[in-house]
């Protein structure tokens, strides 16, 4: 009686014993991954996945936009970074055929598309100064004190207005190629 009236009344315990979860041998995914290690070109999972990582981005830059406005400057440049990021991601999988490399590194990602969508020196360090926000703008120990406190509303609109051409930058190459 003990162990179910707990399971019944106290629904967020879970009295079971620990179980090892392990991830399943076979995914969609991998059956679509060549030999090379790159995505087959074309396959739906290709432009399903570029699709989904561009409205992923562009939801996170009106996420920025949203918190900007309401004052959350923190959050504003964590959303700011998440949408180039996303874009970025989106942007090796359609030209290089890949999954990305699990980083957020905005450089690093660049560095994968840097034939394709070609920034200038200024939007190529403004990646390496946006890079950061990933990590400043939630933790506590990386900010060094209260992340709102680490982003003015000056440096929120700063990443916003340096991050919409690059972001623009990525639509343009893609819809460019498309045409092709």
């Not at 990305?100 to 200038?120: M, W």
């Amino acid at each position: 009686m003990g162990r179910r009236y707990a399971m019944r009344h106290e629904k967020h315990y879970d009295l079971r014993p620990l179980r090892k979860i392990s991830k399943p041998s076979f995914s969609p995914a991998r059956k679509l991954i060549s030999k090379r290690g790159g995505l087959q070109r074309g396959t739906a999972f290709d432009r399903g996945e570029v699709k989904l990582w561009m409205a992923d981005s562009d939801d996170s830059i009106k996420v920025a936009k949203d918190n900007f406005a309401l004052g959350n400057y923190h959050v504003s440049a964590f959303y700011t970074h998440q949408a180039v990021e996303k874009a970025l991601k989106a942007a090796i999988i359609a030209f290089k055929h890949k999954i990305p490399l699990k980083t957020h590194s905005l450089k690093d990602l660049h560095l994968e598309v840097a034939d394709e969508v070609v920034l200038t020196d200024e939007q190529k360090d403004f990646l390496g100064e946006l890079t950061p926000a990933s990590q400043v703008a939630r933790y506590v120990d990386v900010a060094v004190g209260l992340p709102r406190e680490a982003y003015s509303k000056r440096l929120a609109e700063e990443y916003l207005n340096k991050a919409l051409p690059i972001i623009d930058a990525v639509k343009t190459h893609m819809r460019d190629v498309r045409q092709r």
